[in-house]
């Protein structure tokens, strides 16, 4: 987070988070589930800021929360943060005293890995179980692996996660039967029994297992049409015109002149570009909306700027553009900008928001 004043931060580019959205969204999925939460905040909460969305969701007495490294486990607890922090990728031993100074709970499945940790000390671990993802944990059929290890250190949680929790495709009941017979295959039940991402809990009510693993619904984005649960927005980036400029039939715009006037036309060049995660491929395509009106960049995206067509819609310098997120009753959703950018994943593009926008944070959305 940046130490800048609220005043300098929404001079250009930022990008606003609703916080009380972010609320909102996760109390629906617990209630929806009818089990705590372990709201995922890895990869500094999707962009949104690990630590003002973990302290936003304490609000709703979460059972921990879920990051990726050991470095996002020692950041939520320097800002304060106490409960349960479980690190969902698998710790190297080089980074095994750290995470037991940060009373960060690691995951494993590799039996090597296991043992070294109990060698190193132990403490307090889950057991990945890979049911086909293939990313990592421990084989669903190769559990005798580490039988005896568990037998002598028993892991107090074990977890699996889907590879398709969004799709019918059948997937996730072989992936269930997997984990419910590796599960069976231990030599005492675990403690703590976890699977659930968003989609997974929007998809499958109410949660069978202790908690469940959210992330990306809580940060806006939904698992699809016709799905049960629908996350209000959380993510509005913001951009202001720096410069107005009025074209005549044939003029261009931007590199590689892509884009041409069509009679008299106006363009607004607006203060962000792809260095800030506005990417590049929505160039002549991306959706804008100021003013009431929504309209489309003009030309390639650039790096610090980019343009978008102003033909008709009174504006002028300083005026709020929003290219994420709710401008009076209109929306342009994370989904629908990521598929914009030549069917980009919705969590690459909040994930490649830069460190350039400022996040500026509301309880409520003015
Ligand atoms: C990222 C992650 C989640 C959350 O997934 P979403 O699809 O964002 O809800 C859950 N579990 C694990 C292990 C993860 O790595």
């Known amino acids: 987070m940046t130490t800048e004043s609220t005043a300098t931060q929404t001079t250009r580019a930022w ?8 609320v909102r969204n996760g109390a629906a999925l617990w209630r929806h589930a009818g089990v705590p939460l372990v709201p995922m905040v890895k990869a500094d909460a999707y962009g949104l800021g690990a630590v003002a969305c973990a302290r936003a ?3 709703l007495d979460p059972h921990g929360f879920g990051v990726a490294t050991v470095r ?29 100074a ?16 109990v060698e190193s000390g132990g ?9 086909g993802m293939h990313r990592a944990g421990v084989r669903w059929d190769c559990i005798g692996d580490v039988v005896d290890l568990v037998r002598d250190h028993p892991p107090e949680g074990a977890f699996t ?3 398709s929790a969004e799709r019918n495709d059948g997937s996730w009941e072989a992936q269930e039967a997997r984990f419910r017979k590796a599960l069976g295959a231990l030599p005492e039940k675990p403690v703590l029994v976890h699977a659930q991402n968003s989609a997974g809990i929007v998809r499958r009510t109410p949660s069978t297992w202790s908690f469940v693993r959210p992330g990306v619904f809580l940060y806006g984005v939904g698992s699809g049409d016709g799905a049960a649960l629908k996350p209000e927005p959380v993510v509005h980036v913001r951009a202001r015109i720096l410069e107005l400029h009025d074209l005549h039939d044939g003029d261009t715009v931007s590199y590689t002149a892509s884009w041409r006037a069509v009679g008299e036309r106006r363009v607004a060049t607006l203060g962000i570009g792809y260095a800030d995660g506005y990417r590049r491929a929505l160039g ?8 009431g009106a929504r309209t489309c960049v003009a030309g390639v995206v650039t790096m610090d700027m980019t343009m978008i067509d102003v033909t008709d819609i009174a504006c002028r310098p300083g005026d709020v553009v929003t290219l994420i997120g709710r401008d009076g ?22 994930t490649g928001l830069r460190q350039r926008l400022p996040r500026v944070y509301h309880e409520a959305m003015p």
């Open 284 to 291: 002549n395509k991306g959706p804008a909306l100021l003013n």
């Open 123 to 131: 403490g307090t671990w889950h057991l990945a179980i890979d049911t």
């Open 57 to 59: 969701l304490e609000k």
């Open 161 to 163: 996660h889907f590879h």
């Open 329 to 350: 009753g209109q929306l342009i959703t994370v989904e629908e900008i990521a598929d914009c950018a030549d069917f980009m994943s919705p969590y690459e593009m909040l």
């Open 102 to 117: 940060a009373r960060a709970v690691p995951t494993f499945g590799d039996p090597a890995a296991i043992a070294a940790w």
């Open 15 to 22: 990008v606003d988070i609703d916080l009380g959205a972010l």
């Open 72 to 100: 996002e486990a020692e950041e939520l607890r320097a800002a304060g943060i106490r409960r349960r922090i479980y690190v969902f990728s698998p710790l190297l031993p080089a980074d095994f005293a750290a995470a037991r």
